[in-house]
């Protein structure tokens, strides 16, 4: 990699370098490297590769000089200075995973992954039929980012987050856990029975609610007319008519 650039624990770098040809005399390029930000040092011989063991910033350096033993030959480049040097960090690992979810057909839902340390990331977001042949995302928005947004979904569909990366880093690709998008039909309720009463007496009408996500919420509505005007039921309204749990699948009307 690069000079100055980023690795992650456990990856590799190496050097090689073009020989001076100042000073007079016999003359030496000789370098040095150190794996822990330069507080020890072990001599070098390019291009030994150098493995990174601990994180932080300039943690593997490689520095050169160049002796001389001819008459005046003492400036500042027999003085060692550092050449090449690499960040490390530490691997890279799934700190946010997605979650499963529930939607009615047709829907969409956003699924979200974060990630901590690694270097070079990239993303993109995968899909299966089954949890085990995975395929990259088909439609939607977002597919290499950290927030996917799904296309309009029909079918149960598992998805999940592959990151790869940069020198060193393990696993790659890291993964995050895969989870299943599970698809119901749109909610349906059953129309209540008409009925015909005499004065005074008490009717309980029901329905029933299918398909869906969550947990269904009731609340009973009557109008004048049948097609316009509907509104919830209130105690009085009419005059003398008392509702009993308008909020639930079955309310009696007294």
Same mark, same amino acid.
């Given at each position: ?15 090689? $370098? ?23 040092? +072990? ?36 003085? $060692? ?28 839902? =956003? ?22 042949? $995975? =395929? ?9 980012? +950290? ?51 005499? =004065? ?15 947990? $269904? ?38």
């Amino acid at each position: 990699p690069a000079n100055g650039s980023t690795i992650c624990i456990g990856g590799t770098v190496n050097a090689t $370098f073009n020989t001076s040809s100042n000073g007079t005399g016999t003359c030496t390029n000789n370098y040095r490297s150190s794996i822990d930000g330069g507080v020890t040092w +072990l001599a070098y011989t390019p291009p030994a590769n150098l493995t990174a063991v601990t994180a932080g910033a300039n943690r593997i350096q490689i520095q050169s000089n160049r002796t001389c033993d001819g008459s005046g030959c003492d400036g500042t480049g027999e003085t $060692f200075a550092t050449v090449v040097q690499w960040t490390v960090v530490a691997d890279p690992t799934v700190t946010t995973q997605p979650v499963a979810a529930t939607i009615c057909s047709g829907g969409t839902r =956003v699924l979200t992954a974060a990630i901590t340390a690694g270097t070079g990331l990239t993303y993109q977001w995968e899909q299966s039929t089954d949890n085990i042949t $995975f =395929v990259n995302e088909v439609g939607g928005t977002g597919g290499t980012t +950290l927030s996917y947004t799904t296309a309009a979904l029909t079918a149960n569909l598992y998805h999940r987050l592959r990151v790869n990366s940069g020198v060193g880093c393990t696993p790659n690709p890291l993964y995050s856990t895969a989870v299943l998008t599970t698809v119901v039909a749109d909610p349906t309720l059953t129309a209540p029975a008409s009925n015909t009463v005499c =004065v005074g007496a008490s009717q309980a009408i029901s329905t029933v609610a299918a398909g869906g996500t969550s947990t $269904f919420t009731y609340q009973w509505q009557y109008s004048s007319n049948g097609t316009s005007g509907w509104a919830n039921v209130v105690n009085a309204t009419p005059t003398g008519i008392t509702y009993t749990t308008p909020t639930a699948a079955t309310m009696t009307i007294v």
